[in-house]
């Protein structure tokens, strides 16, 4: 069964840093393009960044790039983004997608990210 578990969500000011954490199972992550979305009330669901090649490439959305940073653990089977600098318009659900060498796509449930003083 698969499963993408995300976590480290929650409230930061403008200008601060949070780092969300999506753990993987039932698939084989490391063969997988790993990536975050975003998606504010009432907008559609945005690319926010990517990892594959087993973490060697990376990918960003220009509005993220310089300021936000994922990663992965395979051996963890866990893959993070590091936001800093965060904008109040960042605010929203984050996701974390796993698409496997089959072309298969899984999502995890999301976690909040509200950026406000």
């Known amino acids: 069964q698969v499963q993408l578990v995300e976590s480290g969500g929650g409230l930061v000011q403008p200008g601060g840093s949070l780092r969300l954490s999506c753990v993987a199972s039932?698939?084989?992550?490391?063969?997988?393009?790993m990536s975050w979305y975003r998606q504010a009330p009432g907008e559609v669901r945005e690319f926010v960044a990517s990892?594959?090649?087993?973490?060697?490439?990376?990918n960003y959305a220009s509005s993220v790039k310089g300021r936000f940073t994922i990663s992965r653990d395979n051996a963890k089977k866990t893959v993070y983004l590091e936001m800093n600098s965060l904008k109040p318009e960042e605010t929203g659900v984050y996701y974390c997608?796993?698409?496997?060498?089959?072309?298969?796509?899984?999502w995890g449930q999301g976690t909040q990210v509200t950026v406000s003083s």
């Open positions: 990892s594959f090649n087993g973490g060697r490439s990376t």
């Open positions: 039932g698939f084989s992550f490391s063969t997988s393009a």
């Open positions: 997608k796993a698409q496997t060498s089959s072309d298969y796509d899984y």
